[in-house]
């Protein structure tokens, strides 16, 4: 399973061999830069570029390309290399001179037979014109792959400046030489794809400074440091968010998600027929050099079309208008295409309330610089007129956010009571009918989003399965967004029972046998939360309590992630013992630091950091203050978990332009038995299964 990065996010690398794919749209340089401990070049015999593009364990293009593969040999990097920063760079002379004007690049790592290890869609540049995308770094004897997407606007002089070489500009200069020279080589970006696009429109970009307006605060300045819950790459790939970065909520917008493998060329004329390929060279377009009549794979069933719209209204919205494979993979694309739409639409209109802003601010100091204009009708009706454009420019934004906002609450009408089980909330009929499932969904749903602009509208918060990064529940915040406070002990009880109610969903969502639940309790302050999960007798084992049960739970889960890793490295999969438990796992901790002991918190970073790899997943409930005895220690744990709260709270950004976006959290109904219900289900399936 491809890991999704977002902006920081890391994921281990499991081969030395490697590749990595860049795919831009418009002709890009690639580079690399090779760096000791401390991240420092020392010289430009450790940068790999056009003018010079191999180094030990390392290659790159020779020219300008609008897509590249980079090969990498880790085993074979010098042992005072500890990383490798990938840079991509627009060319110099004609062309785009920002990223901002040009597709978003898409980096990917695969293995040498070209499966998916990690990828990253570099979303939120503006006038950048060169950036580090992404970084390979070695740790403790292990390399890693880590989301990086820092961009200047100073192109490649600036980048190696940043990066301490003395050098910058005149390697910058020989780089931007040799790609001049080869640019007779260039190879041009593919012909557009229409057949994945979403029907509606995205709104336009907001203006940057070279076009006369301010760019967007989200949009042209690095994002803020919020968490994204987006392990996400452009919507173009199958199964993630959609672009324009599979999206936003995103393609990359990661959210929507990927689009299914690309049809075989079907043409009339034989691949053979000379007239046939002379009529490609000639008209520009890639020669297909595939059986005419053979094909792979059966191609996506159509998207659903609405009927056509009267004249001069919108078009209706259909549930599941996006491509994919499935009405599932349909509708995770189409959530993704309404989070990104909401994200850019509400960026345009807080950069035309910023322009506005500005601009009055600038007529007002010109009437005070005044002194005689400072008083009497003259300032009076100056101030007026400002005031005046002021609103007329912040209205004319506010109706095209508003019309906006009304097609995409229109579609969300439609959307939301066509989702499945695991995207659905908890109040949707669906649960109903609900049955165990015999596949495991794409996503899965954690709550919802919303921004204070459109503070009506919903967008479901989808994440890929299986979990990439552990969840955080955090028990310690008391002060919501509306102002109210909530009691510790009330806030506690919240967190438990948002903890039960993603538990529940996750088993829910997942086949008999494929997902196992695990629960630490050490002080049983959480009994009353778990009762669903207890009494339905979906946990492996009761929760486990006191000093002796953390310690006999975690020996057991970190020592099953030692056996299955020395399995996959060995490359004997098949070796585990017999009636080896090989479901997901997810162990929920409550309490924490109660009840751990120095060792137990080791376990517990070891299972956040190398337990998602093999599936093992952590869910914490915790105050991240209590823990503050030990420290930085827990620093990294608190970093891999997505932090998710019990009451609404503004801290998750998007992966476009990182608005800060209101975080609900999915819980049951206050009276309703659906989860009891389906909880009840799962543990017959279970019983009859065995």
Do not use: C
Not at 248 to 259: F, H, R
Not at 467 to 484: F, K, M, Q, T, Y
Not at 594 to 601: E, M, N, P
């Amino acid at each position: 399973m491809t890991a999704e990065l977002v902006r920081g996010q890391n994921h281990p690398l499991s081969q030395a061999r490697l590749e990595i794919r860049v795919s831009a749209g418009t002709p890009i340089v690639a580079a690399a830069t090779l760096g000791d401990e401390q991240g420092k070049i020392h010289g430009v015999e450790w940068v790999v570029h056009p003018g010079s593009p191999t180094l030990p364990g390392l290659e790159v293009s020779k020219q300008a390309a609008a897509d590249h593969r980079l090969a990498v040999d880790l085993d074979a990097m010098p042992e005072a290399v500890h990383r490798v920063s990938v840079l991509l760079a627009l060319p110099a002379g004609g062309g785009p001179t920002r990223f901002g004007a040009v597709p978003t690049p898409f980096v990917a790592v695969t293995g040498l037979d070209g499966t998916e290890i990690a990828s990253y869609t570099i979303a939120g540049l503006e006038a950048e014109s060169a950036v580090v995308a992404l970084e390979l770094y070695r740790r403790q004897g292990a390399w890693k792959v880590r989301a990086i997407g820092q961009g200047y606007a100073g192109g490649l002089a600036e980048l190696f400046t940043d990066q301490g070489l003395a050098q910058a500009h005149q390697l910058a200069g020989g780089i931007n030489e040799a790609v001049a020279q080869g640019m007779a080589r260039s190879i041009p970006a593919p012909p557009q794809r229409t057949d994945g696009d979403r029907s509606r429109q995205a709104p336009a970009p907001a203006r940057g400074p070279d076009q006369g307006g301010p760019a967007s605060q989200g949009a042209a300045d690095p994002v803020p440091p919020q968490t994204s819950p987006y392990g996400t790459r452009t919507p173009d790939a199958p199964g993630q968010p959609a672009q324009p970065p599979n999206s936003a909520y995103g393609s990359q917008a990661g959210m929507p998600g990927q689009a299914g493998p690309q049809q075989p060329y079907q043409g009339g004329a034989d691949a053979t027929d000379p007239a046939a390929q002379s009529s490609a060279s000639t008209s520009g377009g890639p020669i297909n050099y595939s059986h005419p009549r053979r094909q792979n794979a059966a191609p996506p069933p159509p998207p659903l079309t609405a009927p056509p719209a009267q004249p001069g209204q919108p078009a209706q919205p259909v549930a599941g208008d996006a491509t994919g494979w499935s009405m599932d993979e349909r509708l995770y694309n189409q959530v993704w295409g309404m989070f990104e739409d909401l994200a850019r639409t509400t960026a345009a209109y807080r950069s035309a309330v910023d322009f506005a802003d500005s601009r009055m601010e600038k007529e007002l100091d010109q009437v005070l610089s005044d002194p005689r204009s400072r008083i009497g009708g003259q300032g009076d009706a100056a101030r007026e007129a400002a005031q005046a454009k002021h609103a007329q420019l912040v209205n004319q934004a506010r109706e095209t956010l508003d019309r906006d906002i009304s097609q995409l609450t229109a579609e969300s009408e439609v959307v939301e009571p066509a989702l499945p089980p695991a995207y659905a909330r908890w109040d949707n009929p669906v649960w109903h009918g609900y049955r165990v499932p015999m596949e495991i969904p794409m996503a899965l749903r954690l709550g919802d989003l919303h921004l204070p602009e459109s503070d009506r509208l919903r967008i479901p918060m989808l994440v890929r399965l299986p979990l990439e990064r552990g969840l955080w529940i955090d028990s310690g915040r008391g002060a919501s967004l509306d102002g109210s406070f909530t009691d510790s002990h009330d806030l506690r009880r919240l967190a438990m029972e948002s903890a039960v109610a993603h538990a529940a969903r996750l088993l829910a969502v997942h086949p008999v046998g494929e997902f196992t639940v695990h629960v630490i309790d050490p002080a049983g302050s959480g009994a009353q939360a778990l009762v669903p999960l207890v009494q339905t007798g979906v946990l492996a084992t009761p929760p486990a309590v006191g000093a002796a049960g953390v310690a006999d739970v975690l020996t057991r889960l970190t020592q099953r992630v030692d056996l299955v890793q020395m399995a996959l490295r060995g490359g004997a999969p098949d070796s585990l013992p017999p009636g080896f438990d090989t479901s997901q796992q997810l162990l929920i901790v409550n309490d924490f630091p109660h009840g751990f002991d120095d060792r137990a918190v080791n376990q517990l970073r070891y299972l956040a950091d190398e337990g998602p790899s093999v599936g093992v997943h952590l869910m914490m409930v915790a105050d991240r203050e209590e823990a503050s005895g030990y420290g930085p220690l827990l620093d990294p744990l608190w970093r891999a978990l997505l932090r998710l709260t019990p009451v609404p709270d503004d801290h998750l950004a998007d992966p476009w332009v990182g608005h800060a976006w209101t975080y609900e959290p999915s819980l049951v109904p206050p009276g309703s038995q659906v989860l009891q219900q389906v909880l009840s289900q799962v543990a017959t399936a279970r019983a009859n299964y065995r």
